[in-house]
């Protein structure tokens, strides 16, 4: 890697982390889901925070002694919030409702216990409790209650006795009629789940789960299919799948890094077919994924009648597309495929400006087909916001790619590792 390019990344890394360190509760450790006004905190973020933590310890962007201190006081709210049947407690059975007031830590919106939001959550726990590791009365205690806190979650009650795990349980009216079904970012869900030592996820559930999948062909690459890039990317974020397989992955002779890299040419594949003519689109602006748009709206554009959405998993090459592109979901790909990621990297930094105006690295989401409201500084509609969980992968994946830290703390961690041996992973580091 060239020093321009390893600058370039530094700098992105750095300024995306910008978002953990001001847009965190010091209090309680919680870190807003959107920069909007009065917005909730998301538990998701928050465990994307404590992943990010170590990172920035080891990139300079934050002292040992206040990365200890913000994780410790993030791991003590969620130890000791309140778990239970309420409506307005913050977690039950060890897992967590999706957003929480910032202030109080108590469930907001009726919003659903999320599964796969915990699992996040618990991921960066343990990512905090491998990195952690000095005797220190501190650090035993962040490696404690990252234990305790993952310990506690009952994967085995989040199946409702059904085969696969439920997307959550409202107090108000019980368990979700969804499933984690369909090759999605509940892999990383279900590796936790099997690997619990107090109450795992019998065996099945995951062969339950993996035979729902759908093997695709789209621009000339055969690969498990998922329409939003971010699908191909989260799991990754903790779990480095290089060289080893599950039964399904045998059967194809290739592993997930491989899919999510072909995953990523299809993106980039798409983008230069252009088959709807969206504006902008080519080898080096692509990045289609669940985020915000200009929408609900249809406008007249250069006299083709064109939907746009609000927020939605768009995805490749199925659609929905309405020419929203996500340069966090371009970055967050940088393991799989540099030689396309880095160029179009650069493209979102010097050609559509994606840093310019703004605060914590890449705006989350732009559209250049929509004008956007008039005087705006980019020509075309920008996302106002920031999104914690937007702004995790980035700092993390970066990571993965220049030092591979976030797979190398996890390859030692005895849960993941039991939970990727139960799912019938071999290989590889395993």
Request: glycine share 10%.
């Amino acid at each position: 890697m060239n020093r321009l390019v390893e600058a370039e990344l530094q700098i992105l890394q750095r300024e995306t982390f910008g978002y953990f360190l001001h847009e965190t509760n010091p209090a309680n450790g919680l870190v807003i889901d959107k920069t909007a006004p009065n917005w909730p905190a998301s538990i998701a973020a928050t465990g994307l925070a404590l992943a990010c933590y170590p990172v920035s310890v080891e990139r300079g962007f934050m002292t040992r002694a206040a990365a200890v201190e913000r994780t410790l006081t993030t791991l003590r709210f969620f130890w000791n919030s309140p778990q239970g049947h309420e409506s307005d407690a913050t977690g039950y059975k060890g897992f967590y409702y999706h957003f929480l007031d910032m202030q109080t830590g108590r469930r907001v919106w009726q919003c659903e216990l999320s599964t796969v939001d915990s699992a996040f959550l618990l991921a960066g726990a343990l990512t905090a409790g491998a990195y952690f590791d000095s005797q220190t009365a501190d650090e035993d205690e962040i490696r404690f209650l990252a234990d305790a806190l993952y310990r506690r979650a009952d994967w085995q009650w989040a199946q409702n006795q059904g085969a696969t795990v439920t997307h959550g349980w409202r107090p108000e009216t019980g368990f979700l009629e969804y499933r984690w079904e369909g090759y999605d970012e509940a892999l990383l869900l279900y590796v936790l789940g099997l690997g619990s030592p107090t109450h795992p996820l019998p065996a099945q559930s995951y062969a339950a789960w993996a035979s729902t999948y759908k093997w695709d062909r789209c621009y000339g690459q055969d690969y498990l299919y998922a329409g939003p890039l971010f699908i191909h990317q989260l799991s990754h974020v903790w779990i480095d799948f290089r060289g080893i397989q599950d039964a399904f992955m045998r059967d194809k002779g290739i592993d997930y890094f491989e899919n999510s890299r072909r995953a990523t040419y299809v993106q980039q594949q798409y983008a230069i077919t252009n088959p709807l003519g969206l504006k902008a689109y080519g080898p080096c602006c692509w990045g289609i994924t669940s985020s915000e748009g200009p929408g609900p709206a249809m406008l007249k554009i250069d006299g083709i009648d064109r939907q746009f959405f609000d927020y939605v998993g768009r995805g490749v090459p199925y659609g929905p597309d309405d020419g929203t592109l996500a340069p966090w979901s371009v970055a967050a790909s940088l393991p799989f495929a540099p030689e396309i990621v880095l160029p179009a990297l650069h493209h979102c930094i010097h050609q559509a400006k994606m840093t310019q105006f703004n605060s914590y690295g890449f705006k989350a989401s732009f559209n250049p087909t929509h004008p956007g409201a008039p005087g705006n500084p980019y020509g075309w509609w920008v996302s106002p916001w920031h999104f914690g969980l937007n702004q995790g992968p980035i700092v993390l994946m970066i990571e993965n790619y220049r030092t591979g830290l976030v797979w190398r703390l996890m390859r030692e961690c005895p849960y993941l590792v039991k939970g990727l041996r139960r799912a019938g992973f071999t290989g590889g580091w395993l």
